[in-house]
Nanobody, 121 residues
Framework: QVQLVESGGGLVQAGGSLRLSCAASGRYAMGWFRQAPGEDREFVSAISSYGTTVYEDSVKGRFTISRDNAENTVSLQMNNLKPEDTAVYYC???????????????????WGQGTQVTVSS
């Protein structure tokens, strides 16, 4: 069973930065999704087992996903945060059968508990 533990959420003013981390029980292709109140869970960013990255358009140039394979962690550095980035952020892992990154919720088999990110204006 894959275990994912997220950390790093919080409250920040617009223009500020936060760093989210997700500790996994192994090396997987990973992704970050977010869900605002009343909205569907949406894709933010993903990274393959080998480091290839993909981003949702609204976060390109502001967010950076990275991985530390020695520690089995994936991080999401979020800069220049905006109020519309406010959401619960979820870390997700793909089945070990897949090494590529995916932007689709259906591509992920394991999910973290979520961490709240609130950006005040």
């Amino acid at each position: 069973q894959v275990q994912l533990v997220e950390s790093g959420g919080g409250l920040v003013q617009a223009g500020g930065s936060l760093r989210l981390s997700c500790a996994a029980s192994g090396r997987y292709a990973m992704g970050w999704f977010r869900q605002a109140p009343g909205e569907d869970r949406e894709f933010v960013s993903a990274i393959s087992s080998y480091g290839t990255t993909v981003y949702e358009d609204s976060v390109k140039g502001r967010f950076t996903i990275s991985r530390d394979n020695a520690e089995n962690t994936v991080s999401l550095q979020m800069n220049n945060l905006k109020p519309e980035d406010t959401a619960v952020y979820y870390c997700a892992a793909r089945s070990p059968r897949y090494s590529s990154a995916s932007r689709y919720r259906s591509g992920y088999d394991y999910w973290g508990q979520g961490t709240q990110v609130t950006v005040s204006s």
